[in-house]
């Protein structure tokens, strides 16, 4: 039986990996976590065979978790959880000890495939990272669209970003539209992963 617990501060996504990988018979998940200081917590308690982990998560990033997690359980396989172009990032988890990455928009058969490469042995980091739509330093947005995306990343619906902001949802909406063309995202589910990414970056 191989056991895996996910680390993501985005609760929907381990709950659709969760899902999805309760249907096989060999894999069970033993443990989730929203932040890295609580990952730490469960991998030592439950001592798990893969460690599924976003990069970017509150309290301890991914990176600096796997260094912990390679050190108290060199045979953990660690899978990098990731969204856009981070190539230094991935760098920085293999030199950390991780096995593997995993595009967040992958389907989740690739995240399937790649936990039974990594447990097998195998190092999974020859798929290409998808490229960034645009460069992290010079995102063409406005101060108030920058706010937005950052709302948007913690999971805020466009009524509660209104609310916040003390502006009118149908302003909000108008702002997503045009972040969308100005990021050459396409719909709301682009928009969200775009934002998760990167809202520790404003």
Known sequence: ???????????????????????????????????????????????PDVVITDIRMPKMDGITATKFIKQELPDCHVIAFTMYDQDEAITQMQEAGASGYIMKNSPLKTVLSVVRRVVSGEKVFDTPIQPQKTENKSLPLSKREMEIVKLVGEGK??????????????????????????????????????????KYDF
Do not use: C, P, W
């Not at 609760?11 to 976590?33: H, M, N, P, R």
């Open 157 to 198: 619906t466009s009524q509660e970003i209104a609310e916040l902001l003390f502006i009118e949802k149908s302003t909000v909406d108008t702002h997503r539209k045009n972040i969308l063309k100005k990021l050459n995202l396409q719909g709301k589910s682009e928009l969200l992963r775009f934002s998760m990414e990167r």
């Open 1 to 47: 039986m191989i056991s895996i617990v996910i680390a993501e501060d985005h609760q929907s996504l381990i709950d659709g990996i969760k899902v999805f990988l309760e249907y096989e018979e060999d894999i069970t998940v033993v443990g989730e976590a929203n932040d890295g200081k609580k990952l730490l917590d469960i991998v030592i308690s439950k001592k």
